[in-house]
């Protein structure tokens, strides 16, 4: 509840700081130009960006170590080849 109220408050404040910032600008981006992109819409889009960025690295730092687990408890394709023949 109080990691939601935290989120809250920041996009609050995002939102406040987008809303007096209407002034346009011309953006750079390594080779390409856009003429004019207004300040909130780049202050929202990189909010935007940054906190899908995080959420990607969060769920990959739950994921992998899941994944490393499985792949260490599953025999790799030589180890079962081994035990057939052994079998026989």
């Not at 130009?33 to 969060?58: D, E, N």
């Amino acid at each position: 509840m109080r990691r939601l109220t935290v989120y809250l408050v920041i996009a609050l404040l995002v939102g406040v700081l987008a809303l007096q910032n209407r002034q346009e600008l011309r953006l750079h981006i390594f080779f390409w130009t856009i003429p004019a992109v207004s300040v909130s819409l780049m202050v929202l889009g990189s909010t935007l960006l940054g906190a899908l960025l995080g959420i990607s690295f969060r769920i990959y730092d739950h994921v992998y170590p899941l994944l490393r687990r499985r792949q260490e408890s599953t025999p790799s394709s030589s180890e079962i080849v081994g035990e057939t023949k052994a079998h026989e």
